[in-house]
């Protein structure tokens, strides 16, 4: 009968956002791309939580399974390399920049590669600054156990007559490209 028949719906895991990604272990330690750097391949770290922009990561959906994690900072996506480390990288929409998320309650996720079906880990469960994030097999661990902390921020330019030419290209990559305030 109709009263036995139900229907399934996908629905996304992670809202898309900003959010500042933290270990479970340690919520002082936050995922950082080393340095703030704004290269192709800077390794992807823990280090102190601080309000700096290269520890905020854009999360968007492709589907209702995968995700891209953009470094806000750099507009570069958290890229598995051919060793299974994590790094940035310009986005070439590749299965190693895609990314799952499988909730294990309480607001903790791990957090799959499509290309390699290997988790975020925390190089050793280590907890001290610099320490390598990397991608490895399931093994239940909480160095594969993060919560996602959502920023409300929004972070902007304001433009008048006075500041000239204005390169829009240079402002996108900034911490303030979320919007300009324009006075004519």
């Known amino acids: 009968t109709k009263a036995q028949k139900f229907k399934f719906n996908k629905i996304k895991m992670v809202d898309n956002g900003n959010y ?5 272990q340690n919520n002082n330690k936050a995922l950082d791309i080393s340095g703030g750097s704004y290269d192709d391949n800077a390794n992807l770290q823990i280090w102190d939580k601080v309000n700096v922009s290269q520890q905020i990561f854009n999360i968007r959906a492709i589907d209702n399974t995968y995700y891209k994690i953009i470094a806000k900072h750099s507009k570069k996506v958290l890229t598995v390399d051919s060793k ?3 790094v940035q990288a310009t986005d070439k929409n590749t299965d190693n920049q ?3 998320f499988e909730s294990l ?3 903790y996720y791990r957090i799959k ?8 880990d925390v190089l050793n469960n280590g907890t001290k600054n610099g320490t390598n994030v990397q991608t490895y097999k399931a093994n239940g661990a909480v160095a594969q156990q993060f ?7 929004k972070n902007g330019i304001d433009v008048s007559f006075y500041q000239n030419a204005i390169n829009w290209m240079n402002v996108s990559r900034t911490a303030y490209s979320d ?3 324009i006075r004519a």
């Open 179 to 181: 919007f300009a305030m």
């Open 20 to 24: 500042q990604i933290v270990m479970r």
């Open 147 to 153: 919560k996602l902390n959502k920023i409300n921020e």
């Open 98 to 100: 895609k990314w799952s």
């Open 84 to 86: 299974n480390n994590v």
């Open 113 to 120: 590669s499509k290309s390699n079906g290997l988790y975020l």
């Open 105 to 107: 309650g309480n607001g």
